[in-house]
Nanobody, 127 residues
Framework: EVQLVESGGGLVQAGGSLRLSCAAS????????IGWFRQAPGKEREGVSC????????YYTDSVKGRFTISSDNAKNTVYLQMNSLKPEDTAIYYC????????????????????WGQGTQVTVSS
């Protein structure tokens, strides 16, 4: 059974940092793409970042480039999202998602590309 468990969310002041973790189990970690998504109140869920576990390629949405860094520890089956210079508009529930990576996987930051989801962790950035 595929399981994804997020942790690391919390309340932080603008300009601060948080590191989110996504612990994965139930699948061969290196065969998957792992994505981070977020959903703010009243808004659609949006893709934030993605990492291809096998080769470490990373992708970011424009609004977080230069501030967020995704990384993976394949030995621990864990993906991290280091978030620096946080802004109030980063406030959302953050979810990690997983999908088997193959030649047909192309829309790395689309919710429709992922079958497996965690329960989410709340990130609140105060101004």
């Amino acid at each position: 059974e595929v399981q994804l468990v997020e942790s690391g969310g919390g309340l932080v002041q603008a300009g601060g940092s948080l590191r989110l973790s996504c612990a994965a189990s139930g699948f061969t970690f290196s065969d998957y793409a792992i994505g981070w998504f977020r959903q703010a109140p009243g808004k659609e869920r949006e893709g934030v970042s993605c990492i291809i576990s096998s080769d470490g390629y990373t992708y970011y949405t424009d609004s977080v480039k230069g501030r967020f860094t995704i990384s993976s520890d394949n030995a621990k089956n864990t993906v991290y999202l280091q978030m620096n210079s946080l802004k109030p508009e980063d406030t959302a529930i953050y979810y990690c998602a997983a999908q088997a990576f193959d030649i047909y996987f192309s829309d790395y930051l689309s919710t429709a590309s992922y079958d497996y989801w965690g329960q989410g962790t709340q990130v609140t950035v105060s101004s």
